[in-house]
């Protein structure tokens, strides 16, 4: 099945997608996949208007996205078609990837609140996933 996540700096060496920071501050960072293109929109628009990074909304064989996140050590949450999401009113002011960050330091993930990076060892494999995926 094919879901659809916000990823930021598309087809970059800096490629990061959303998480959300369930129960801040020590809480998980959790990758929303939403079954329907036009809510992803919806939430991208949403996140634009509050100041944040311009998202790209693109589509993720589900299975594969949830390997992704065991991997990187992130959680997952499966936005149902119609069920509206918000994004929560603060975002972070720096995300781990941005550009001028040193690759082998880059995060895969970055949104309403950031996740620690997966070890260097898995980065390089993740990354090629989601690389292949946007293929």
């Known amino acids: 099945m094919e879901v659809f996540v916000l990823l930021f700096n598309v087809g970059t060496d800096n490629e990061g997608i959303h998480t959300l920071k ?9 990758v929303l996949a939403f079954e329907a293109e036009d809510d992803a929109t919806r939430f991208a628009v949403l996140l634009e208007a509050q100041d944040f990074l311009e998202p790209t909304v693109e589509p993720i064989d589900d299975e594969e996205l949830q390997n992704i996140c065991l ?3 992130l959680g997952y949450k499966f936005v149902p078609e119609g069920q509206l999401e918000i994004p929560p009113e603060d975002n972070v002011d720096e995300t781990l990837w941005q550009e001028d960050r040193k690759p082998e330091s880059e ?3 970055a949104g309403g609140s950031v996740s ?5 060892d898995n980065l390089d494999d993740i990354r090629r996933q989601l690389e292949r995926l946007l293929d």
């Open 71 to 73: 991997q990187s050590g």
């Open 22 to 30: 369930v129960n801040p501050p020590e809480g998980e960072d959790v």
């Open 116 to 120: 620690e990076s997966p070890s260097s």
């Open 107 to 109: 995060p895969l993930a």
